[in-house]
């Protein structure tokens, strides 16, 4: 299995919880997403996730000034993705307890 495939359902909850860290822009995720470990999402992967988790009530935008350039689009979570934040952490910690007893059990 292909890593993209594991994280196809992981990444929403690690961008809502950069988010909920403060507001970010797409470049600005970009980075702390390459900072974590995450290489392979680039703006091009990362928009349309932002516009999905948008229409989804999960996090709302606001343009705002920027010192380089045109107005930037600051993302920011919802009580909505709070909420969703909370239920993906439960699922996390669940799911990676089970997959690790799983995998390490003879250890």
């Known amino acids: 299995m292909q890593t993209t495939q594991m994280l196809k359902g992981i990444i929403d909850g690690c961008i809502l919880s950069i ?3 403060g507001e970010v822009y797409g470049y600005e995720l970009a980075s702390k997403l390459d900072s974590y470990g995450f290489e392979s999402f680039s703006e091009g992967t ?3 996730i932002l516009i999905r988790l948008q229409k989804d009530q999960l996090i ?3 343009l705002k000034k920027s ?3 045109p107005k930037r689009k600051y993302y920011s979570l919802t009580e ?3 909420e969703e934040l909370a239920g993906f952490q439960k699922r996390w910690d669940h ?3 089970t997959v690790n ?3 390490h059990k003879g250890e």
Do not use: D, N, R
Request: no cysteine; hydrophobic share 40%; net charge neutral.
């Open 19 to 21: 988010i909920h860290e």
């Open 46 to 48: 990362i928009y349309p």
């Open 60 to 62: 709302q935008s606001i």
């Open 67 to 69: 010192t380089a350039g």
């Open 80 to 82: 909505k993705g709070v």
């Open 95 to 97: 799911l990676s307890t």
């Open 101 to 103: 007893q799983i995998l």
